[in-house]
């Protein structure tokens, strides 16, 4: 049984790590029907998705990522006249959103990415831009002479609705110096999402779990992201993504090993626990289909899950490193997993209103 104590703190939203650390010793039933139970309570029966594109519009990089799975594949950069196809596309299709993001070019400067909003908002000034990482922030920033803050201000103007909260991996530098020491710290990634969000650019947050952090240490990121909430109020949602250690240096070490992926249970309990300690902090917590599969995305809205992300369209990131759920799903399959999880489909923007 959750002691009463426990209970009472998840529902202030005070839960902490020695909480935590207790909750992952309960029967895992016990732990979901928590979770599910704060759910209900914060968000009701809904379950959001949006209808967007992703558009990965370089896989060179001059990244060290152990992690990486789509660097240099193929080698490529779309040109302005793909991009622009790629946005015709998804806005015939209906798409609210645009997910544009692609590896660190050399002598990459500003202008590339502010090209690539002008390419969207010149013909579309209606769809949502929700493009960039930290990451790809701070590597146009240091190429181009500038602040993070001008950095930002650039972006804006020239058309960033949102960001993604993408590069965070685990925010612990034990860690990031093991999987991917050449990215922003802990500390940086803070900085410029703080950043971001005092400058009216909110923004996702995550956390990619599975590889070589602790329980602990995931416990910790969660509540990092929830001390940022408490001073910015910028995430939208907190979106759990389990590592895929196929075709990348990280996971052929780890099976190397005789570990493998994360478990179900494992990744239902990461579900749970992020809506118990973000409880009354951030209310959306978004289910990866791609990750999980679909099957256990559908289960994981009953964890504390509430929102099935997005179409996609494009989804190349994940497929690269062995996920194998495909890189688009259609409205109808996505209305009808949320129906048969016995939830309300309701359709979001990037911003979580509701598209009648």
């Not at 050449?182 to 996702?204: E, L, P, S």
């Not at 990092?224 to 909430?229: A, E, L």
């Not at 070490?253 to 118990?276: C, H």
């Not at 048969?340 to 598209?355: C, F, G, K, N, W």
Request: net charge negative; with cysteine; aromatic share 6%.
């Amino acid at each position: 049984m959750i002691p009463e104590d426990i209970i009472e703190r998840a529902y202030m939203g005070t839960t902490t790590k020695e909480d935590a650390l207790k909750l992952l010793e309960v029967r895992p039933f016990e732990l979901y029907a928590l979770a599910d139970q704060l759910r209900y309570e914060a968000v009701g029966d809904n379950v959001t998705y949006v209808v967007n594109r992703n558009i990965n519009f370089t896989d060179k990089c001059v990244g060290t990522c152990g992690f990486c799975a789509f660097k240099d594949k193929k080698g490529y950069l779309l040109s302005p006249e793909q991009i622009r196809e790629k946005i015709d596309e998804a806005v015939a299709s209906g798409a609210t959103e645009l997910c544009i993001q692609g590896g660190l070019m050399e002598d990459v400067k500003l202008d590339l990415y502010l090209d690539i909003l002008r390419a969207v908002k010149e013909d579309h000034n209606h769809i949502h831009t929700h493009c960039f990482s930290p990451m790809e922030v701070y590597h146009a920033a240091t190429s181009s002479g500038l602040t993070i803050d001008e950095t930002l201000t650039e972006l804006k103007k020239n058309g960033l609705n949102t960001m993604p909260g993408t590069a965070a991996e685990i925010l612990a530098d034990r860690v990031r110096e093991i999987i991917c020491p050449r990215k922003i710290t802990r500390q940086q990634w803070i900085d410029i999402v703080t950043a971001a969000h005092q400058a009216g650019i909110r923004t996702t947050a995550t956390m990619m779990y599975g590889h070589v952090e602790t329980w602990e240490e995931r416990i910790d990121h969660i509540l990092t992201i929830r001390d940022i909430q408490k001073n910015t109020g910028g995430f939208t949602e907190f979106v759990p993504l389990p590592f895929m250690p196929y075709n990348n240096r990280i996971g052929e070490e780890i099976l190397k090993n005789g570990q493998f992926m994360t478990t179900g249970v494992e990744d239902l309990k990461v579900y749970s626990l992020a809506r118990i300690l973000l409880n009354t902090h951030i209310e959306n917590i978004q289910v990866s289909w791609v990750k999980l599969g679909k099957k256990l995305a559908q289960v994981a809205l009953l964890c504390g899950g509430n929102d099935l992300g997005g179409t996609l369209m494009e989804e190349s990131i994940s497929r690269s490193a062995g996920a194998s759920n495909g890189e688009v799903i259609t409205v109808e399959e996505l209305e009808w997993l949320i129906r048969a999880a016995e939830r309300t489909p309701v359709q979001r923007d990037t911003l979580y209103r509701s598209i009648l």
